[in-house]
């Protein structure tokens, strides 16, 4: 039990060699001082200590049920028509969740099974995509079934995650956490943040760009015919304009977007490229539609509405309405993270200072480091000189627990500071189980070496049992736990794997080395 060949020597030295070197980032003096090239991070400070902001945003699915109808209807329309069927009353039932059509009499059956090719299923799925049946009163229903409504929701509310995340890392937030929360919300700590205002509203803007054509032949001030819709413009909403209701080019087909200035007026404008198959739309619209209004819509906003002068073939062009540096580069970042599959609620705001975040950690670092120290006297005092080598196997957890936690790129918070304290407190029970094994064995009369053997040997067992056991439960909490609790469960899950190395190798080492070179004729214990 106590012989360590060279080669485990060495493994065990490099270990803690290793753990010091990926620690010092975080031993820093001051922000900045670490050079920027090392390959690994420091740990991260989170909202309680760091200060910034939380959001809790809320998606609203009933956007998405209503976006997925509307997609049935146009869906409908297309398969009839490609059938050859007429067809009358097609629209949306919002209260009942469905799409309505009628077939002209004696096509009721040819239109159902036309409209059978709507139903398809997704990989994995076990619902299909529509449901067709007919009503009392000779229509056609085609509705969403709810597991396939609610799989749309759990995926848009991943879509948005996604975005959202794209969105904080073009604005230049560091260390963000953007997490899930039950089925429709989404919750967003943004540490350290200097202008939450923008990027809240980077956050919640749908960004969904359209261009559509202007109707010219519309009066204005008039209801918008049938086709139309009356958009306002975005610097003014009194002034509104008829465009068709079709969308010419959707922004979905974007492919990069950068904010720069016009070299002519020197204004801030947004250039955009968009991809293939936006690129042959855009040229096909205009190309048949020169010297006609081009509106370019943004959120159900006209940013403006310039008139197409030649055929626009290279698949790129150029926004341009009173833009100032900012807002010229939030719209490029919104456009290029893409559009929210639907509109987003902030639910809950809190914002926490720097001066209360400095206050945290202040406190924090106090218990952190009084727990500490009492620690260390305690097993000085109770153990002696292995009650000291129980001290330095406790310097080293510490150092491995920083380690692993930079290499996780963890995020530090007050719970975490807590975790950190209580697995000191229990990285040391494990030498005094041993240490109180051994005293056992002096006091049955054994010799050093085998008190020493029976010691370490006897206590493995009550000491693997607990430390599993615990692992389990912080590991339940990280996958049931709120974010704190999540943080709070890391903590100690690293604890308790960097305390196993540290108690029953470290310190091991250590003993084998004091007794193979003093080779004493009784323990101090």
């Excluded at 010092?24 to 090392?38: C, H, I, S």
């Excluded at 050859?84 to 009721?108: E, N, S």
């Excluded at 001066?355 to 480091?369: K, N, V």
């Amino acid at each position: 039990m106590l012989y360590f060949s060279r080669a485990k020597t060495f493994m065990i030295l490099l270990l803690c060699g290793l753990g010091l070197l990926l620690s010092l980032p975080n031993l820093a003096p001051r922000p900045g001082w670490w050079p920027g090239a090392a390959p690994w991070p420091q740990v991260h400070l989170g909202l309680d200590l760091s200060g910034g902001s939380y959001l809790l945003l809320q998606i609203d699915t009933s956007a998405i049920a209503k976006q997925d109808l509307n997609s049935l209807v146009d869906e409908a329309r297309q398969t009839l028509r490609t059938a050859g069927l007429g067809y009358t009353g097609l629209r949306v039932d919002t209260a009942k969740g469905q799409v309505l059509v009628r077939p002209l009499d004696g096509q009721a059956t040819q239109a159902m099974a036309a409209l059978q090719k709507l139903i398809t299923y997704a990989p994995g799925a076990a619902s299909p995509s529509v449901s067709l049946s007919s009503t009392p009163d000779g229509a056609i229903a085609i509705a969403i079934p709810p597991a396939t409504q609610t799989a749309r929701n759990s995926q848009a509310v991943g879509q948005a995650i996604t975005i959202i995340q794209r969105r904080i890392d073009g604005s230049g937030v560091l260390n963000p956490s953007i997490q899930r929360q039950g089925t429709d919300q989404i919750v967003v700590q943004l540490p350290g943040i200097s202008d939450p205002e923008r990027v809240k509203n980077l956050i919640g803007t749908t960004a969904h760009m359209t261009f559509q054509l202007v109707d010219t032949n519309a009066v204005p001030g008039q209801p918008a015919p049938y086709g139309d819709e009356q958009l306002p413009m975005s610097d003014n909403p009194q002034q509104q304009l008829n465009v068709l209701s079709t969308v010419a080019v959707d922004g979905a087909d974007l492919e990069n977007a950068q904010a720069s200035t016009d070299p002519q007026s020197g204004m801030w404008v947004v250039n955009f490229t968009l991809n293939s198959l936006g690129s042959r739309e855009f040229s096909d619209v205009t190309t048949a539609n020169v010297g006609r209004p081009f509106a370019i819509v943004l959120d159900g906003k006209i940013i403006e509405a310039p008139n197409i002068r030649e055929p626009i073939t290279g698949g790129s062009g150029q926004i341009s309405g009173g833009f100032t540096a900012q807002s010229a580069t939030d719209l490029a970042l919104l456009l290029r993270a893409g559009a929210l599959p639907a509109p987003l609620t902030i639910v809950e705001e809190n914002s926490v200072g720097p001066e209360l975040g400095a206050d945290a950690i202040r406190d924090g670092a106090l218990a952190l480091t009084a727990g500490f120290v009492m620690v260390l006297v305690f097993m000085a005092v109770f153990y002696g000189l292995f009650g000291w080598f129980a001290n330095i196997a406790l310097v080293v957890n510490l150092i491995l627990m920083l380690a692993i936690l930079s290499v996780m790129g963890a995020t530090l918070t007050l719970p975490g500071m807590a975790g950190i304290l209580l697995t000191l407190g229990m990285a040391v029970d494990a030498n005094v189980l041993i240490n109180e094994r051994v005293r056992e064995e002096v006091k049955n009369g054994r010799k050093p070496l085998a008190a020493l053997e029976a010691g370490y040997k006897r206590a493995y067992g009550t000491i693997f049992d607990s430390n599993v056991t615990t692992l389990l439960a912080h590991v339940t909490l990280f996958i049931f736990g709120s974010p704190p609790v999540r943080g709070f469960a890391v903590t100690i899950c690293a604890g308790i794997v960097t305390s196993l190395f540290t108690a029953t190798v470290l310190v091991r080492l250590i003993t084998s080395r004091w007794y193979v070179s003093r080779k004493p004729a009784s323990l101090p214990v």
